[in-house]
C-alpha cells in the first residue's frame, strides 16, 4: 500500500487547532485554557493545562535564583555546542533516574524543542526529495514538516497496535534502497529514516513492543536507515506500580536502547528526541537529542549549531537548576498521577458510555485516548455534530494519515482540561456518538 | 568575477575561532572571557566580554520577578507563532526610539536568534540549489549555513567601502535571472536572494552608503530577489552627537526601510534579521525578523513555526519585561559607550603604531574594525607570527572570501576584551606588523 507522496502544499489537517490557537493566544489573548464561559471544550489540543503551567512560574523562579547565585555571565555567551555542561550532565541524571536505563552524557545534544531536534536532523543529514517512512497513522505537523517544509517524500508504512507492520517495512525498504543512488558519506550517513513514535504514540497512545523494536533496529541496520524517534511522551508513563499508592512505573524501554553498541553489527541508527513541552511547558522550547556520536559529529559540527553557539543556552542553563533542586522530577510526578486520573476517568467514562462497536484503547502513557468507531461512521461528521450541538471538539482520525485512512477515528486529549470538564465532555461524546451512529 | 560555488564540504576558515571556544568552553569550562594568565588574547572573537555578559545577571534577574508577578502561566504554553504579543509590542517601541525611525510590530516576528532567521528564511523560502548573491568579503559562518548546512550556490559580488558594487551586481543578476527557470509562487515568492550586512558589516565594519541602499532596493525589485539583511549591529552606533557627552546618534537608516510600501512598486522585497546576541547576550538565543507581510506568511504558517508554537516564548517573555523596565535601553547605551571607548582608543593605536601602507578603517559602529596590510603580506603569515611570539591573534581576511581575496587582510574585535587588553594587543599587532613588513 506504500507510495511516495510529493511535496505539495496540501494540508494534512489540523486546521482546528490551527484556528483555537489563533483564536485563543493571538486574538483574544486570553492565555492557556481559558475557554471563558466554557462553551468550548477542544479536546484536540496537545498541551498541558494552566495548572501545570502555573506550577511552572514557581519552578522557573526557584530555578533562576539558583542559577544566577553562582552565575559568572557564562549562561549569556555563545555556548558549547552539545549545550550547557551542567545541564547536559544534570539531564543524564535525571533521564537514566527516570527511564530506569543508562543516559550517557556525551550522547546528548541540548535542542530548542522537539520540533528544532526533527528539523535540523532532517535538514542537516537529508536533501529535499530524499524518502521518510513513517507509520500510518503518525503526527500530522511532523508530516508537514517533513514534507511541506523541507520537500522530502512520505512513505506511510500501515502499523496496528503493537506499531509498524515489519513485514511490510521490510519489503518497501528494500523496494526503495534498489532505486536510491546514495553513497553514505560522514555528513550524510543514511540514505533514508523512518520517523516513529515508538513510546505512547500519537496519536494511537500504544507502545512498540519490544519484538518489535528489535526488529526495527535489525531493519535499520540491514538497510542503512536512520530511526528518527518522536521520544517526547517516554516520561509520561501510568504504569501502576505494586500498590495503587506507588509511584507509576517507567515506561517500556525506549527505542534508542535497543541500538546496543556491544553488538557486533552497531553502527549507530536510532536517535531519541525528547522535550520539556508535554513534561513542563512548551514555551520554554528546550528539548534534547540523544544520539549516536557520529550524528552528534554532524549536528554540532554545522555551521547553524556553530553560528549560534548551541541551543538556547540561558533556558538551559536555569533548566539545570531546577533539575539539580529536584523541580523537574517533582513537577513530572505530580502531573503524572494527575493525567493518570485524568486517563483513568475519561477511558471510564467512554467505555461506560460509548455505543457498541466503539473500541477505545487504553494507553498506558502519553496525552490522548484513541477511539476507534464502526467503519460506517465517518468521524469528522460526529466531530462537527459534536462541535455545534454539544460544544465539544476533538481531532480527527483522518488528519493524521496520509493514506486518507482512519476516517472512523478520533483523538481526545486527557491533559489540557481539569478532570471534571474532561468527564463532561467525553458524556458528551458519548452523547453524541449515540445519536449520530442511530443514524 | 562572478563565479558559481557549489554546496561542497571546503570550510571557509574561522577554525580559530572554532578551536579557541572548544578550549575555553567545552574542554576547561573556564568561562567567557577566563583567559586565566592572559597568555593568549584572541581578537577574533566576535562576541561581548565578561562585564557586559555579567550585567545581563542583575537585567534577567529583576525581568524574570517583574514578569512572574503578572504571569498567569500563558508564557510556558505554546505561543503565538510571531511570537509573544509583550515583547513584539515592547520591541516595536524599543527598536522605533533606538533606529528613530518607525517599527511596525505587525512586522515582527521572533527568532531563536539570527541564526535561525537566517536558516528559517532560506530554507522554507529556497531551495537546495539555489542562488545566494553575497558581498565578497562577508560573514564566513553564514555562508557555511547557506552552502554546507544547505546546499545552496553562493555568488559573490565585489564590493568596496561604499558596499556592494551596483553595476556588477546588476550584471550578474541579469546573467543568473535568464538562467533560471523558477516560478514565483505564493510559499517560494523569490528565485534567488542576496545577503548584506549593509550597517557595520562583518567584517569591514562599513555602512552601505543612502544612494547604495536605494540602488539595491531597485535591483532586488527589478529581479525579484530578496535581501536578507543581517542586522545585528545595527544598534550599536558610536556616531557622536553634537556634543561628546551626548548619546551617540543612532545608526543609518536600516536597508529594509528603503523597501517603502508607499511605493508604487512595492512588493515586499527586503527583510532585517536582528538579535539580541551583540547587545545583550548571545546565550539568550533571541532575535527578531521585521519582514513583509508575505514572507511572515510564509514564515509563520510553515508547519516548523506551527509544531513549536513560535520561538523561545518564554525567553522573549522575560525580555518583554526587561524592554517594559527600560532595561535593554540602559545597557545598550552603556555598552555603546565603552566599544567607542574602545574602538577609538585601538583605532588610535594602530594608526600611530602601524607601520606606513597599512590602511585601518574606522567604523562608526559594530564590532570590529578591519585592517588592510600592502598587498605582498599575507595576514595569515603575520597572525601566526603574531599569536607564537606576541600571544595575540586575529581573523585572517581570507576567512571571509569565497573566491580567496584579502588575504592581506585582518579583522579584530573591540568588544571581547577590556580596553587596556585591546590597547596593549593592538600595540603588540603593530609591533609583530613592523617585524613581519620588514621581513
Known amino acids: 500500500m506504500a507510495s511516495a507522496l510529493s511535496g505539495s502544499g496540501e494540508r494534512l489537517g489540523g486546521d482546528d487547532r490551527l484556528t483555537f490557537f489563533n483564536h485563543y493566544f493571538e486574538e483574544t489573548g486570553l492565555g492557556v485554557g481559558d475557554t471563558s464561559d466554557g462553551s468550548q471544550v477542544r479536546l484536540e489540543v496537545g498541551a498541558p493545562g494552566k495548572p501545570e503551567l502555573e506550577d511552572c512560574i514557581d519552578i522557573l523562579n526557584k530555578a533562576t535564583q539558583h542559577r544566577m547565585q553562582t552565575e559568572n555571565g557564562y549562561m549569556f555567551q555563545y555556548g558549547c555546542w552539545r549545550g550547557d555542561c551542567k545541564f547536559r550532565l544534570q539531564m543524564s541524571k535525571f533521564l537514566t533516574e527516570e527511564y530506569d536505563d ?3 552524557c556525551e550522547e546528548l545534544m541540548v535542542t530548542c524543542g522537539a520540533t528544532n531536534g526533527i528539523y535540523m536532523v532532517t535538514s542537516l543529514l537529508f536533501n529535499r526529495g530524499d524518502i521518510v517512512f513513517i507509520e500510518d497513522p503518525s503526527f500530522f505537523i511532523a508530516l508537514q514538516i517533513f514534507r511541506k517544509d523541507l520537500g522530502m517524500k512520505l512513505v506511510p508504512v500501515p ?70 524517534c518522536d521520544d517526547v511522551y517516554n516520561l509520561l508513563s501510568y504504569i501502576p506500580g505494586e500498590k ?31 522535550s520539556f513541552s508535554k513534561i513542563l511547558g512548551p514555551g520554554m522550547r528546550i528539548g ?81 485516548i484513541w477511539i476507534e468507531f464502526p467503519e460506517n461512521i465517518d468521524a469528522g461528521k460526529l466531530g462537527e455534530y459534536c462541535e455545534n450541538e454539544y460544544g465539544v471538539s ?46
Chains 1, 2 share one sequence.
Open 288 to 368: 534534547w537529542v540523544e544520539a549516536p556520536r557520529k550524528v552528534l559529529n554532524v549536528l554540532e559540527k554545522s555551521a547553524y549549531t556553530w553560528s549560534g553557539g548551541g541551543w538556547n543556552n540561558y533556558t538551559s542553563a536555569i533548566l539545570a537548576s531546577a533539575l539539580e533542586l529536584g523541580l523537574v522530577s517533582k513537577h513530572l510526578l505530580m502531573i503524572r498521577k494527575k493525567y493518570r486520573d485524568n486517563l483513568d476517568s475519561v477511558y471510564q467514562t467512554l467505555i461506560d458510555d460509548m455505543p457498541s462497536g466503539v473500541k477505545i484503547i487504553k494507553p498506558q502513557g502519553g496525552f490522548f
Open 102 to 104: 543508562e543516559v550517557d
Open 159 to 228: 502499523s496496528n497496535d503493537e506499531g509498524i507492520n515489519i513485514e511490510e517495512f521490510d519489503k518497501v525498504l528494500s523496494e526503495y534502497q534498489r532505486a536510491s543512488s546514495h553513497q553514505p558519506t560522514e555528513e550524510r550517513p543514511y540514505w533514508s529514516m523512518v520517523y516513529l513514535i515508538p513510546t505512547f504514540n500519537n496519536p494511537k497512545g500504544t507502545c512498540l513492543s519490544p519484538e518489535r523494536c528489535k526488529q526495527v533496529v535489525t531493519l535499520a541496520r540491514k538497510y542503512n536507515i536512520l530511526i528518527l
Open 244 to 274: 495503587p499508592e506507588d509511584k507509576p512505573l517507567p515506561s517500556p524501554r525506549r527505542l534508542f536502547a535497543y541500538d546496543k553498541k556491544t553488538d557486533p553489527d552497531y553502527v549507530g541508527n536510532v536517535i531519541s528526541n525528547g
Open 394 to 439: 476533538f481531532a480527527h482520525g483522518k488528519n493524521f494519515s496520509t493514506t486518507g485512512s482512519f476516517r472512523n477515528c478520533a483523538r481526545v486529549t486527557i491533559t489540557y482540561y481539569e478532570r471534571d470538564v474532561l468527564v463532561t465532555a467525553a458524556q458528551k461524546i458519548c452523547a453524541a456518538s449515540k445519536t449520530f451512529c442511530r443514524g
